[in-house]
């Protein structure tokens, strides 16, 4: 195959330069923009964090009010996008439902379609994370009969995604702050991740100079399975499968066994093989929102103890699988009210403004059609003959 290198999934192989995030997996350490994660949960809020990613500074504190003042002006769905709402199943996963508005908002917003000029394209980008939470919100109101509720101007970002998810319209929705501080901590930590399935799925999309809505919805579709974004989902499923702490040594067993297709959700990593920061802070977070709130969830306690029996055993050390970010994450988001299956679009909301500053990045470059190329093992020419 004369000059081609085989690289299954491009796992070693750098597909682009990106001055956005830095990984080391065998340090654990992530960095947006030069910052280290730890540093931007605690200090930093989720859309400080989103314009840093997208601009590459920590923003001015006029910055940081013309963009509230963007989100706040573009957090609305049109009409007709709530409309489509109404002809999914109620049944439908908020996944399935959110590739498809997402993608839809592309026929809306002509008006940004040259994605030359460098204003529609910061454009565009404002209109996906403002729009984000309430096309997130609408999904799980929608599949539980209740009215859909817009964004309130006076709260910020997590809080305003809280009260659209489960506000009530006969009555006063109250922040909890602790929750929102939480949420908004989950969104911090999942916002970008260099150049993981969704993101490489929206930059290989956006190079064909693809509507970047439609960029996003593909990046929303890749995120969706249960080895990415949908892994939040799959631990906590998992953790109510083993229902109690004598039974951890089973699904130990289970997970070492190569007859066995059951893997341990929210362990292991492509890139973190030492530890992923992530999870220490959402570990953390966990603990200090069941303690607000006097929850004592079963749950937390298998997870815990999980984890120190895996971290002992032979088959994780020798393969340097430790908890990821979403071990801890389900955890939390079902403390806050989240069920289960709008884990992964809580990811989705955050991931936003990773996804987006990638397009971003993308576009500023000179930069053509990615096209990989493959390894053809079938078969050789043969010439065609009528069936007899
Ligand atoms: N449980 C049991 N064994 C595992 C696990 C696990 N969770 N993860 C990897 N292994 C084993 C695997 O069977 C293989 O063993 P052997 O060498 O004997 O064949 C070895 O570890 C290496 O596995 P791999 O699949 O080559 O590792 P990878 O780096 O390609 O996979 C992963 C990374 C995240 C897909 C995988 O660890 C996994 O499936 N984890 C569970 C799903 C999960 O938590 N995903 C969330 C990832 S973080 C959030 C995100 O990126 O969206």
Not at 27 to 47: C, Q, T
Not at 64 to 88: I, K, P, W
Not at 138 to 166: C, E, H, V, W
Request: with cysteine.
């Amino acid at each position: 195959h004369g000059l081609l290198a085989f690289d299954p999934g491009f796992r070693s192989t750098a597909a682009c330069k990106s001055a956005i995030t830095f990984v080391d997996g065998d340090k654990g350490i992530l960095l947006y923009r030069g910052y280290p994660i730890e540093e931007l949960a605690e200090h930093s809020d989720f859309i400080e964090v989103a314009y840093l990613l997208m601009n590459g500074e920590l923003p001015t504190v006029m910055q940081r009010t013309q963009l509230d003042l963007a989100l706040g002006s573009h957090n609305l769905l049109h009409e007709q996008v709530l409309s489509f709402y109404r002809g999914f199943r109620r049944d439908a996963h908020p996944m399935a439902v959110m590739v498809g508005v997402v993608g839809a908002l592309s026929a809306f917003y002509h008006d940004v379609m040259n994605i030359r000029d460098a204003n529609d394209r910061q454009l565009a980008a404002t209109r996906l994370i403002a729009k984000m939470p309430m096309l997130a919100a609408a999904s799980y109101t929608y599949s539980i009969g209740r009215p859909m509720r817009y964004p309130n101007n006076k709260l910020d970002y997590a809080s305003n995604f809280l009260q659209m998810m489960f506000g009530s319209p006969v009555a006063e929705y109250v922040v909890d702050p602790v929750l929102a501080r939480a949420l908004d901590v989950i969104f911090t930590l999942h916002a970008d991740h260099e150049q993981n399935a969704s993101t490489s799925t929206v930059r290989l999309a956006a190079s064909s100079g693809a509507n970047p809505f439609a960029c996003i919805a593909a990046g929303i579709a890749s995120l969706w399975g249960p080895a990415h974004g949908g892994a939040n989902e799959a631990v906590l499923k998992m953790l109510m499968e083993i229902g109690s702490v004598e039974n951890i040594p089973k699904a130990i067993a289970r997970a070492k066994d190569k007859d066995d297709s059951f893997r341990l959700m929210g362990f292991g990593h492509r890139i973190y093989k030492n530890f992923d920061p992530r999870s220490r802070v959402i570990q953390a977070q966990a603990k200090k929102v069941l303690t607000h709130l006097g929850k004592d969830d079963p749950l937390l306690e298998i997870a815990m103890r999980l984890e120190e029996i895996a971290l002992k055993d032979e088959y994780f050390i020798g393969r340097k699988l430790y908890p990821n970010v979403d071990f801890y994450s389900g955890i939390l988001l079902r403390a806050m009210g989240f069920p289960m299956n709008m884990f992964t679009a809580v990811f989705a909301v955050a991931r936003t403004a990773g996804w987006v500053s990638h397009w971003l990045e993308l576009q500023g470059e000179s930069h053509g059609i990615d096209r990989p190329r493959q390894l053809y093992v079938g078969k050789a020419l043969r010439h065609y003959s009528k069936a007899k």
